[in-house]
T-cell receptor
Framework: DTGVSQNPRHKITKRGQNVTFRCDPISEHNRLYWYRQTLGQGPEFLTYFQNEAQLEKSRLLSDRFSAERPKGSFSTLEIQRTEQGDSAMYLC????????????FGDGTRLSIL | QKEVEQDPGPLSVPEGAIVSLNCTYSNSAFQYFMWYRQYSRKGPELLMYTYSSGNKEDGRFTAQVDKSSKYISLFIRDSQPSDSATYLCATFGGGATNKLIFGTGTLLAVQP
């Protein structure tokens, strides 16, 4: 069990640039989630995939954000035209398809906007 | 009102103390409850996963759920400096998504 892997661990970019993060879930897991965590807060749900289908998006996910999971394995989260308010830790989690299975998290990508 | 409320702390205790961490939630439909531990600059690590009311024990950790008062607790016995971390309570938000709703987290420091 290699766990959930996220890359890069830290991304520093200038305001207005585009950034892309990658998540590799635990291999047997069908479900993949993205969350965002700001300092002093718990993670907040962004979006969710079951296999390759994106089934739910939070209102937090503006039209500058897009997520994909093209073959039902790894996922990418892209932010276009980054803003200062996008600075946060972006966390990926995965779980089995069966309802109410616990989610296991990666170590996140920390995004810093200059 | 947030769906899950948690005292952010910080909480500082001496090594060997019993630690009590607590959360309240607002929706009586919530059935599953989790505690995650998060070290600085790391992702949340699942500690305890419980269903409905009752207690669950795992080593030095005990999770307790009281659905009548919408109150969940995590007890840590014989606390160690390595337990110093942020502890997050969470529950499923309902529906098919099973997205997690988290508290703000409690920062715990165990002093040697």
């Amino acid at each position: 069990d290699t766990g959930v892997s996220q890359n890069p661990r830290h991304k520093i970019t200038k305001r207005g640039q585009n950034v892309t993060f990658r998540c590799d879930p635990i291999s047997e897991h069908n479900r993949l989630y993205w969350y965002r965590q700001t300092l002093g807060q718990g993670p907040e749900f962004l979006t969710y995939f079951q296999n390759e289908a994106q089934l739910e998006k939070s209102r937090l996910l503006s039209d500058r954000f897009s997520a994909e999971r093209p073959k039902g394995s790894f996922s990418t989260l892209e932010i276009q035209r980054t803003e200062q308010g996008d600075s946060a830790m972006y966390l990926c989690a995965s779980s089995f398809k069966d309802s109410n299975q616990p989610q296991h998290f990666g170590d996140g990508t920390r995004l810093s906007i200059l | 009102q947030k769906e899950v409320e948690q005292d952010p702390g910080p909480l500082s205790v001496p090594e060997g103390a019993i630690v009590s961490l607590n959360c309240t939630y607002s929706n009586s439909a919530f059935q599953y409850f989790m505690w995650y531990r998060q070290y600085s600059r790391k992702g949340p690590e699942l500690l305890m996963y419980t269903y409905s009311s009752g207690n669950k024990e795992d080593g030095r950790f005990t999770a307790q759920v009281d659905k009548s008062s919408k109150y969940i607790s995590l007890f840590i016995r014989d606390s160690q400096p390595s337990d110093s971390a942020t502890y997050l309570c969470a529950t499923f938000g309902g529906g098919a998504t099973n997205k997690l709703i988290f508290g703000t987290g409690t920062l715990l420091a165990v002093q040697p």
